[in-house]
């Protein structure tokens, strides 16, 4: 078993930016991927980043992709997403997620490709 935490969340204005982490504990040495998804009220849930932990490869949704930043810190056995010149189409509550097998790219954008969810961290945007 994979436990994840994510921290980070928070209110703030458009053009901001916010750092969000995720710590893994447990079986962590089981993880090849993870990834970050959000969900808006309404909405389902979706793809917007991953990063595969051995390499560092790096994986982002269209959406964000020059705004927001995956890193990961193998030594603590944490994920972190930069989100650089938020907007308010970014508010929604962001989970982190963490795999257990290899998987192409194409996976890695799927919710169903995660074994591991933490509880999720809000983030609100306003204009």
């Known amino acids: 078993q994979v436990q994840l935490v994510e921290s980070g969340g928070g209110l703030v204005q458009g053009g901001d930016s916010l750092r969000l982490s995720c710590a893994a504990s447990?079986?962590?040495?089981?993880?090849?991927?993870m990834g970050w998804f959000r969900q808006a009220p309404g909405k389902e849930r979706e793809f917007v980043a991953a990063i595969r932990w051995s390499s560092g490869g790096a994986y982002y949704a269209d959406s964000v992709k020059g705004r927001f930043t995956i890193s990961r810190d193998n030594a603590k056995n944490t994920v972190y997403l930069q989100m650089n010149g938020l907007k308010p189409e970014d508010t929604a509550v962001y989970y982190c997620?963490?795999?257990?097998?290899?998987?192409?790219?194409?996976?890695?954008?799927?919710?169903?490709?995660?074994?591991?969810w933490g509880q999720g961290t809000q983030v609100n945007v306003s204009s």
């Open positions: 447990g079986r962590t040495f089981s993880t090849y991927a």
């Open positions: 997620a963490a795999d257990s097998a290899w998987a192409p790219v194409s996976a890695l954008t799927t919710p169903g490709h995660y074994n591991y």
